[in-house]
């Protein structure tokens, strides 16, 4: 059974830093792409950032670049996401996902997912 499970969400003020983790079972976590995505308050689930299996292919939203970073520990099973110069407009249920995939930004191409973290920035 795969599971994906998040972690690392919560509160945090304006201009601070938050670091997710997802953390895999169940799959061959170095032959996937993992993906972060995010839904905003009343707006459709949206690609965040991405990262190949091997960690050399990286894709971020323009919203987040210079500001998130995604990687990888494939030892581990796990994907993170960094996430530092925190706005209110980050704030957000953020998902994992994996995908067979080269990174792709339609979550229709994603196979397995977690339940989401709450990331909620304060103003």
């Known amino acids: 059974q795969v599971q994906l499970v998040e972690s690392g969400g919560g509160l945090v003020q304006a201009g601070g830093s938050l670091r997710l983790s997802c953390t895999t079972s169940g799959l061959t976590f170095s032959t996937y792409t993992m993906t972060w995505f995010r839904q905003l308050p009343e707006k459709e689930r949206e690609f965040a950032a991405g990262i190949g299996w091997s960690g050399d292919s990286l894709d971020y939203t323009d919203s987040v670049k210079g500001r998130f970073t995604i990687s990888r520990d494939n030892t581990k099973n796990t994907v993170y996401l960094q996430m530092n110069s925190l706005k209110p407009g980050d704030t957000a249920v953020y998902y994992c996902?994996?995908?067979?995939?080269?990174?792709?930004?339609?979550?229709?191409?994603?196979?397995?997912w977690g339940e989401g973290t709450q990331v909620t920035v304060s103003s």
């Open positions: 996902a994996a995908s067979r995939y080269k990174i792709q930004r339609d979550e229709g191409f994603y196979e397995y």
